[in-house]
C-alpha cells in the first residue's frame, strides 16, 4: 500500500499533523506519504472516522525516518492475530522487489503510533517469527486476496509485523 520511490523521498507533505500526546512519537510533527494514492487514503480515513474502505481494516501508522528523523505517516490495511490480537502489518509494497519505507523505519526504531478508528496511542513493532508469519499469513490472504499476487510477484520474502500497543 506504500512505498516505493514516493515513500522513500524526504518531501513534507500538505497533511502534516500532530503526534498523539503521550506517544514516543510525540516530539515533533507528523509528515504524510507523499504517495498521492496514500495521502489520499489518510485523508479518507480522517473523513470517516478511520473507515475509508467498507469491508477493510485500515489504520494510520507512525514511524520515525529512519534516515530524516522526520515522524512519517502511512495508511496501511491490517488483520488482527486470532490468537495474541496484535496488529498484523503486511509489508507487501504491492509486490515490488524492495521493502516499503515504513517498514524500514520500524525496523530501525520500534517505536510507532497507531490510529484505529478514532482512536491513537503508542505501540511498539517487532517482524513476525517464522512460525507466526506461516500461521498468520492465510488470516492475512483471507482478508486481502491481493496480498497472494503480491506474493508471486517478488522474489523477496514479505514480512508481516505485529504491533502490540506500548505500555
Known sequence: MSGGPAA????????ANSPVSGSPLADGPVTDSPDPWV????????????????????LLLTTRGRRSG?????ALAYVRDPDGGAYVLTASNAGAD??????????????????VGAETFAATARRATPAE????WP??????????GYREA?????????????G
Open 8 to 15: 522513500e523521498r524526504e518531501a513534507d507533505s500538505p497533511l
Open 39 to 58: 495521502a489520499g487514503h489518510i485523508r479518507r480515513f480522517e473523513e470517516t472516522g478511520g473507515r475509508p474502505r467498507p469491508g477493510i481494516s485500515d
Open 70 to 74: 522526520v515522524l512519517r505517516r502511512t
Open 98 to 115: 524492495h521493502h516499503p519505507a515504513w517498514y524500514l523505519n520500524l525496523a530501525a526504531d520500534p517505536a510507532v503510533t497507531l490510529q
Open 133 to 136: 508469519a506461516e500461521r498468520l
Open 139 to 148: 488470516v492475512v490472504v483471507a482478508a486481502m486476496p491481493l496480498y497472494a
Open 154 to 166: 517478488t522474489d523477496r520474502v514479505i514480512p508481516l509485523v505485529l504491533v502490540t500497543r506500548a
